[in-house]
Structure formats: structure tokens, C-alpha cells
């Protein structure tokens, strides 16, 4: 059972940035893809960035620019740097992965961005 933990989020102003982290319960070398989600009140849950093992990495338009996901193989460890934040880009943001055909999701961080 893969275990994923979310953390960083908060509170930040228009503009500002924040840096989310999900911590994975085992070694992440050999899982390829992982990904930042995102669930606004009243939408659907969307891709926000994925990075595979290779490390190419792809984002949803909205965050082009703006965002940057990386992955840390020796700390089991993602990363999503959000810059120049929106306050369109409040949600909570979970962590994803896929290991043998099989889902895995975080818990969650709560990300607030006032106007």
C-alpha cells in the first residue's frame, strides 16, 4: 500500500507563492508517473501537472508558467512550486500516482489565495 502525504498549503495573497510537498511511503524510482490534482467547491477534479520518471514533466494551460512540479528520488518526494498565485487557483491539491495498475491519492492540502 502506497502511502502518499501532502503538505505546504495555506493561506497566501494574489501573487505570492507556495511550495507543496508529498511525501511518498516508498521508494518512487521505479513508479513513473506522479501528478498534482486539483478540486475547486463546485468543480471537477483536474490534472494540474504531472512529471514521469524521466523527468519531463507537462502542465494544464491555466498554470503554464507559473508552476512547477519536480521529484526528488532520493527523499520519495514531489514537489509543486506555485508562483504568481491567483486566487482562481484556490482548491485543494492532492498528490497522485498509479504502482501496478493501482490508484493512489493524498489526503489533501487546503490552497487559499486572496484577492
Known amino acids: 500500500q502506497v502511502q502518499l502525504v501532502e503538505s505546504g498549503g495555506g493561506l497566501v495573497q494574489a501573487g505570492g507563492s507556495l511550495r507543496l510537498s508529498c511525501a511518498i511511503s516508498?521508494?518512487?524510482?521505479?513508479?513513473?508517473?506522479m501528478g498534482w490534482y486539483r478540486q475547486a467547491p463546485g468543480k471537477q477534479r483536474e490534472l494540474v501537472a504531472f512529471?514521469?520518471?524521466?523527468?519531463?514533466?507537462n502542465y494544464v494551460d491555466s498554470v503554464r508558467g507559473r508552476f512547477t512540479i519536480s521529484r526528488d528520488n532520493a527523499k520519495n518526494t514531489v514537489y509543486l512550486q506555485m508562483n504568481s498565485l491567483k486566487p482562481e487557483d484556490t482548491a485543494v491539491y492532492y498528490c497522485?500516482?498509479?504502482?501496478?495498475?493501482?490508484?493512489?491519492w493524498g489526503q489533501g492540502t487546503q490552497v487559499t489565495v486572496s484577492s
Open positions: 497522485y500516482t498509479e504502482k501496478a495498475r493501482v490508484s493512489y
Open positions: 516508498e521508494s518512487i524510482r521505479s513508479i513513473n508517473f
Open positions: 512529471i514521469l520518471s524521466g523527468g519531463s514533466a
